[in-house]
């Protein structure tokens, strides 16, 4: 398992023990939520766009306009993108040791445009294929129009760290004969029924990629 060396950048300082630097669970922490933030210099003020990446290997992509300042900004410049799942409240028996059991990854380095339109259409397909798999082949293909109006960028995963929490309260020893209920309340994204076009074909069967479809 690859062993990404820690930076002054991703070196945790505090609760160390809860980092990791391993690619496993940095990948596995990435695969399994899509929604991200970016954090990046805009005329030199700091600005966060909030968006969905998606991981290819070493890399990890995300796309928008390509009108869009936010990431016209981003190109060739250096961003810190940040993931985090939220996996229950803990509850403790003072509100200073209350928190959160939680998943987290965060990058740091220098975003690069995808210029190629074939890489870049082949990086969209990777994106439908990581988020809803096999719903690409069954989609009207791509126009020329389409992939210029699109901005794919990358970012390595070559500094970065992950850091986690999971279990229960932590309290002072001297708090655990106290008569109030602790714990952890765990939390989960729900994914509820799906909601048809109106505009859709009479007859269509609900597709296989959103019947499966989980997140978390």
């Known amino acids: 398992m690859t062993e990404l060396p820690p930076t002054d950048r991703t070196r945790l300082r505090r609760a160390h023990e809860r980092g990791r630097y391993d690619r496993g669970t940095i990948d596995a922490i990435l695969d399994a939520q899509p929604v991200c933030h970016i954090a990046y210099l805009r005329d030199g003020t700091p600005a966060l766009l909030p968006t969905l990446q998606w991981r290819e290997g070493d890399h990890v992509y995300w796309h928008g306009s390509s009108a869009s300042h936010a990431l016209r900004a981003q190109d060739g410049a250096e ?101 109030i209920w602790a714990g952890v309340l765990p939390l989960r994204t729900a994914i509820g029924t799906p909601v048809p076009d109106p505009r859709n074909p009479e007859g269509l069967p609900l597709p296989p990629e959103v019947r499966t479809f989980r997140i978390g």
């Open 79 to 179: 961003v810190c993108l940040a993931v985090t799942l939220l996996d229950g409240l803990v509850l403790a028996r003072s509100g200073f040791h209350h928190s959160v059991n939680y998943r987290s990854v965060t990058i740091y380095g220098r975003a690069r445009r995808i210029e190629d339109p074939r890489r870049k259409e082949r990086h969209l397909e990777a994106f439908f294929e990581r988020l809803l798999p096999g719903r690409w082949p069954t989609l009207r293909p791509v126009t020329e129009q389409e992939l210029k109006a699109t901005a794919v960028l990358s970012l390595p995963i070559r500094e970065a760290s992950a850091k986690l929490r999971n279990g229960p309260p932590v309290d002072e020893e001297a708090d655990y004969g106290l008569p």
